[in-house]
């Protein structure tokens, strides 16, 4: 969480001095233009980086659930107990992969 | 967490005697209630499918502007980079994320109805249908695209599909319980806990757009403003160009600089830090007429910005119903397995869960006008 705010105060801290740039109408023309396309990118930026964190979270889950697979096969000659037991314990597994 | 000891001890239990108990108890729970949560539910997804469906549209217009990014710098620096296939191979099959939330909110909806099933008191062969119907889902899940959600599901769903082979040939209502039981916090841990870490990046996608949003409202600001200075300043300083600029900054100084990136000094334009000539440069009507184009210029734009920022406290108002919907969703379907587990007539909460999922469509409302 710590991470994410100084990212997003970063980002805010960076993005309000080039909209200071892109305001001021001492300013050139082109110093502005090029202010707010700097804006725009550092923007694209960051929403890209989020749009990767969602992306990242299936691709991880996608991982897993290989790993899970091969779990069920390992136990499909078993009855349902053992494999109820055997699911806990990848469960506990996929906490630590995912959460951890 | 299923206990393994006790789900041992009711395989033995004679079913006979669960048989009766189960159906006694079935028969107190009041069908009404499930009737309005089922509806409940549905309308919970749809509000859910509403907000995946606008961060969908959000991502469309990053990857126009990713596209568009491309389009100039690739053919300038692919140049100089390396033959990658296996990045050619993964971009030629991209993972539908949208998809996959939908399918998972399907997934939900199967065991919700499977549950709910069983808390109904409906026949085995209904109740099987039902959770047949949530491991035929699973299966369809797009592989290429599973969430964390699928990920615990899926091991959970051999269970039911093991034990339901034993429930058609030997109709055991407690086994099925337990079964659901077990996948009941696997669709916590997974699905609705995935989902609310999804606003926390669907805020942040928000943000980085409306923010573009806002920084072209400053840019027509400042270019405006520029204008209008040149011009202004060509002459005296007369009360017609005083009454031009406190209009500029009632609208850019007063309103903006408390929104969140203050680009702004306040007073923007100030008047003691020009310098004015002592001609009539700036006088007459078509003069005045063209500051008065800067002038509106301006405050357009800045109500542009106004109405940025008011579509960001939309956006995280409708998010935060959204999240406490999420968490009622969780609860009744809590509610919902205990029902089924003990038997009783639980609610499974499906007013607040209507509030909320009312709540949220309200907001969404909120959110589109200011947003549109």
Redo the contacts between chains.
């Keep these: 969480m710590a991470i994410?705010e100084t990212a997003?105060a970063t980002y805010?801290a960076t993005?309000?001095k080039?909209?200071?740039i892109?305001?001021?109408?001492?300013?050139t023309?082109a110093q502005?233009?090029e202010?707010?396309n700097a804006?725009?990118?550092l923007?694209?930026d960051?929403?890209?980086s989020?749009?990767d964190?969602?992306?990242a979270?299936?691709?991880?889950?996608?991982e897993?659930?290989a790993y899970?697979?091969g779990?069920?096969q390992q136990l499909s000659t078993g009855?349902?107990?053992a494999?109820?037991?055997?699911?806990?314990n990848?469960?506990k597994v996929?906490?630590t992969e995912?959460f951890g | 967490?299923?206990d393994?000891r006790s789900?041992?001890l009711l395989?033995r239990a004679p079913l006979a005697i669960v048989g009766v108990l189960l159906l006694t108890a079935c028969a107190q729970i009041p069908q009404k209630e499930f009737g309005s949560y089922k509806e409940s539910f549905a309308l919970a997804k749809e509000a859910s499918k509403q907000i995946i469906l606008d961060y969908s549209a959000?991502?469309q217009r990053?990857d126009a502007?990713?596209a568009a990014?491309d389009a100039v710098t690739v053919s300038t620096l692919e140049r100089n980079k390396p033959f990658d296939p296996d990045k050619i191979i993964a971009s030629s099959d991209p993972?539908d994320?949208i998809a996959?939330r939908f399918q998972a909110w399907e997934v939900v909806e199967s065991y919700n109805t499977a549950l709910t099933a069983l808390v109904e008191g409906k026949d085995a062969a209904r109740v099987t249908g039902a959770t047949e119907s949530l491991v035929k889902t699973m299966e369809n899940f797009p592989?290429?695209?599973?969430?964390?959600?699928?990920?615990?599901i899926?091991?959970?769903l051999?269970?039911v599909t093991?034990?339901l082979t034993e429930i058609q040939a030997n109709y055991d209502r407690e086994r099925a319980v337990q079964a659901l039981i077990?996948v009941s916090p696997?669709i916590r841990?997974g699905l609705v806990n995935?989902m609310i870490?999804?606003t926390?990046?669907y805020f942040?996608?928000f943000?980085?757009?409306n923010?573009?949003q806002?920084?072209?409202g400053?840019?027509e600001?400042?270019?405006a403003?520029?204008s209008?200075?040149a011009l202004a300043t060509s002459g005296r300083l007369n009360q017609d160009v005083k009454d031009k600029i406190k209009r500029i900054n009632d609208a850019v100084g007063n309103n903006i600089v408390s929104s969140?990136?203050?680009?702004?000094e306040k007073p923007y334009?100030d008047v003691t830090k020009l310098t004015f000539k002592t001609s009539a440069g700036n006088e007459g009507p078509l003069m005045s007429s063209q500051l008065d184009d800067h002038v509106n210029a301006i405050v357009a734009a800045a109500k542009k910005i106004e109405a940025a920022d008011a579509a960001s406290n939309d956006y995280r108002k409708l998010l935060g119903n959204y999240v406490v919907l999420l968490h009622k969703l969780d609860k009744s379907l809590q509610n919902l397995a205990q029902a089924a587990k003990t038997g009783t007539n639980d609610s499974p909460e499906s007013l607040q869960l209507l509030y909320s999922a009312v709540r949220v469509q309200s907001a969404f409302a909120a959110y589109s006008k200011n947003a549109n």
């Design positions: 994410e997003l805010q993005l309000d080039l909209n200071q892109a305001g001021d109408f001492t300013a023309s502005r233009t202010a707010t804006a725009n990118k923007s694209l960051y929403a890209n989020h749009a964190n969602i992306a979270r299936t691709q991880q889950f996608r897993f659930t899970m697979e779990v069920i009855g349902p107990l494999v109820v037991q055997q699911i806990e990848g469960i996929a906490k995912i | 967490m299923l393994i789900t041992s395989i959000l991502k990053i502007q990713n990014q993972v994320h996959a592989a290429e695209s599973f969430q964390k959600a699928a990920a615990n899926t091991p959970a051999g269970v093991t034990l077990t696997n841990e995935g870490e999804d926390k990046d942040e996608v943000r980085a757009l923010n573009q806002i920084s072209s400053v840019l600001i400042g270019n403003a520029a209008f200075v969140a990136s203050k680009p702004f334009i």
